[in-house]
């Protein structure tokens, strides 16, 4: 009989909180995971793409259920009147009472949190991008996000491998944006993002960069310094007295 390795409760427990909140973080804004970061930025993109493909789906539902009961109501309403009317003059009715439909505030919030949804799953699957949910994006910038003490910064350090083409850029900070739609510019050369790999602290975020193919369609763009070539801070420079 084979034995089984005893599963960590606290492990466990931890490992769900940390699904939760990257799922959580699907749906803030870009400024609220710079803050709060996630435990993996592949997984809230993973997050995304199934929130909202199921925003979609159950919003697309409580649609067809709200048509049904909102059609009925009228039905019963009108019933009698139009019992007796023409074709045509039905048909006309039944336009006018799905443009009703349309329009009503319900039926407004849910085919908005349908397109919502799908607008998700799209920005996911299709460009890795973490689109997030209009309520949400509201809420943080009307009432804002208490921001954690900034933490003091650390350059990037920067290297060119040894095959002479590629980059390796380890960063305190994650750069949300780098991934592969962006092409880097640095120093008037254009690279992309071959792999993000997880370093040593405290520049936990590594990015191996290569030469960007020619021909490449340039959806996102974004020029970097290299922390050689930035100028100081006004902070570290001093007036001779």
């Known amino acids: 009989m084979k034995a089984t390795m005893p599963v960590n409760p606290s492990s466990f427990s931890g490992e769900v909180l940390s699904l939760l909140r990257d799922v959580l973080l699907s749906f803030c804004p870009a400024e609220v995971r ?7 930025t592949a997984r809230v993109v993973d997050a995304t793409i199934v929130t909202g493909i199921l925003q979609a789906l159950i919003f697309a539902v409580l649609i067809v259920v709200h048509f049904k009961s909102f059609m009925l109501l009228r039905s019963q309403q009108l019933g009698k009147v ?21 329009i009503n505030p319900v039926s407004m919030l849910l085919i908005y949190f349908t397109l919502e949804g ?16 209009g309520p949400a994006f509201l809420v943080f910038k009307l009432f804002g996000h208490r921001r ?22 380890a960063s305190a900070q994650p750069k949300t944006t780098w991934n ?36 490449k369609i340039l959806r996102k763009y974004e020029e970097y310094i290299p922390p050689d070539l930035q100028p100081p801070s006004n902070e570290n420079t001093r007036t001779p007295t």
Not at 82 to 102: C, K, R, W, Y
Not at 150 to 160: K, L, R, S, V, Y
């Open 34 to 40: 710079r803050t709060r970061r996630p435990a993996s």
């Open 82 to 102: 139009m019992s007796h009317a023409a074709p045509e003059v039905q048909a006309g009715a039944n336009i006018i009472l799905t443009l009703d439909f349309l």
């Open 118 to 133: 799908f607008l998700r799953f799209l920005s996911g699957l299709f460009f890795a991008e973490v689109l997030p949910s």
């Open 148 to 169: 954690p003490a900034p933490a003091p910064q650390i350059a990037d350090t920067f290297e060119m491998l040894l095959d002479g083409d590629r980059l390796r850029i």
């Open 180 to 215: 592969s739609t962006i092409t880097i510019d640095i120093g008037g050369q254009w690279y992309e993002v071959e792999n993000a790999e997880n370093g040593m602290p405290p520049r936990e975020h590594v990015y191996i960069l290569r030469p960007a193919p020619m021909g």
